[in-house]
């Protein structure tokens, strides 16, 4: 059996012109989780990231904490999040007074974008990729993490969408549970699968144990 430990990027810049980028919060979650794995004695055979600079970042921020070189990391494109911009915008084109305001919070955001989530997969809106060619690509990148590390522990850096994919395709869930699981990922949140020759199996979601105590609870953040 192979271990696969998908983590959700660190806090990027919600809010700002340039979202793919760690704010410094989210650099801190990412030396945090690599502090606690250093202390737990983890060691890992393989990194793996998608090629967005916040994924690359908490792959630094990783490696720092548990006292590695992060250079060797490998980047699939596949594991990158979807373009959840144009998603939005495609639902709001369709349902403008839906769309958030300009004065809205974050929680506003939220819902619309779990709304929008809901007509892109059953096919009412239309983005950069269809919601069919997103499965896919978890699809194929599930098999190539699973065939990559036979027998070690491979850590993965993606986005919340992406890993929200892969937990409904390992659990045969309903595209329905999609969004609400993406909605729960946790900034640098931590879950883990076991691959073998039966396949691809969910062993634990969204644990954050680097920041799940009091004094840190409130460094746990969604975006």
Known sequence: MSEICVVRHGQASFGSDNYDQLSGLGWQQARWLGEHWAKEGLQFDRVVSGNLLRHRQTVQGICEGLGLDYQGAQELPQLNEFDFKRVMS?????????????????????????????????????????WQQFEQRIEEVLAVLAL??????????SSGGAIAMMV?????????????????????????????????TLHSFNHVPHLDYRERREFITYS
């Open 90 to 130: 495609a639902y709001a084109e369709k349902n403008p007074r839906a769309a958030p305001h300009s004065r809205a919070v974050r929680e506003d955001y939220y819902r619309f974008l779990k709304m929008a989530l809901h007509a892109w997969s059953s096919g009412e809106i239309e983005a950069t990729e269809s």
């Open 148 to 157: 990559g590390g036979k027998g070690g522990r491979t850590l993965v850096v």
């Open 168 to 200: 409904r395709q390992t659990l045969g869930a309903s595209s329905l549970c999609m969004p609400q699981l993406n909605m729960q990922i946790k900034n640098t949140a931590v879950s883990h699968f076991f691959a073998g020759r039966s396949g691809t």
